[in-house]
């Protein structure tokens, strides 16, 4: 079957991670995420203690419902009549069980939206490859899902992740003093797979085009929720490290914008909000956390435009700064990289 001749997409697909909303899911989730890679149970019951700590509830499923809904809302005003679905990497509601509800539903040719707008395996490959293999258990019948393009440097995006810095820092004076350091987070990753995927070159992008936006001067690209053996290198510099050093170099405020994140959830609240607030509290430094684009109605206009460029080809695919928009289909090697062993990846991308 040609590209000409494939069918018109029919239903729109939010592609997430996934998350306990109870105690008795996490252990259960936990396994699902951690199945196949070389992870010491005793590291899982380490992190099930940061769901613990809120109950064994992640935020991000509901963060990813009101996303749902307000991307409804966006579509039914912008006259793009595709029914939306939800399906998740590692919890209910499962990829495999959502694309099965698609496909007797009538569907057959779904655009997707993944909640991760950097590429890497874990953030981007690993869920095409989760589609894959959903769609091979169901022996075909399911619908195609065709990736919308990766959005780190499209202008709404950087338009909402400065809307919620100036949000968060309104009422904290001094906010472009020489005191005062912006860390943009994201998660780590194994070094062998940044190599091998644009990750870090788009994080720094992303970066600058928010800071050249807000007039910011002092600001850093810092990473957290690093996992994995220790003998594996993984992105540096880690956030609480660095908020360490930044103290002992003066400074007294930190602005913390979990850049690598759409949606709050246990890593941002447990690695952000917890002991990075607990760190910055001994070492007498003001925290400011801003909070993630989730339904910002700058990012849920950028999803609906996402959208609309590939119904219509003929619109435009904006992007700003020095690097080019990403494309809609992904290079066969795209984001794969060498691993001798089995790799653990994150908990939560």
Known sequence: MTADSQPKHDSFLLVSFGGPEGREDVIPFLENVLRGKNVPRARMLEVAEHYYHFEGVSPINDQNRALLAALEAEFRSAGIDLPLYWGNRNWHPMLKDTLDEMWKAGH??????????????????????????????????????????????????????????????????????TATVVLFTAHSIPIAMAQHSPYVAQLQESASLVAERLNIERWEVVY??????????????????????????????????????????????????????????????????????????????????????????????????????????????????????????????
């Open 224 to 349: 957290q929720s690093r996992s994995g053996p220790p003998a594996q290198p993984w992105l540096e510099p880690d956030v609480v490290e660095r908020a360490r050093e930044l103290a002992e170099r003066g400074a007294r405020r930190l602005v913390v914008v979990p850049l690598g994140f759409v949606s709050d959830h246990i890593e941002v609240l447990f690695d952000l909000d917890t002991e990075l607030k607990q760190e910055c509290d001994r070492l007498g430094v003001e925290i400011v956390r801003v909070p993630t684009v989730g339904t910002h109605p700058s990012f849920v206009r950028m999803i609906r435009m996402l959208v609309q460029e590939r119904l219509d080809p003929s619109q435009q695919r904006p992007a700003i700064g020095r690097l080019p928009a990403t494309p809609d289909e992904c290079p066969a090697d795209c984001c794969l990289y060498p691993r001798p062993g089995i790799v653990s990846h994150s908990v939560e991308p």
């Open 108 to 177: 057959r040719h779904a655009l997707a939206f993944f909640t991760s707008i950097f590429s890497s395996y874990s953030g981007c490959r690993q869920y095409r490859e989760n589609i894959a293999q959903a769609r091979q258990a169901l022996e075909g019948r399911a619908p195609r899902v065709d990736k919308l393009r990766n959005a780190f440097n499209h202008p709404l995006f950087i338009e909402a992740v400065a809307d919620r810095i100036v949000e968060a820092t309104a009422s904290h004076c001094g906010q472009a003093d």
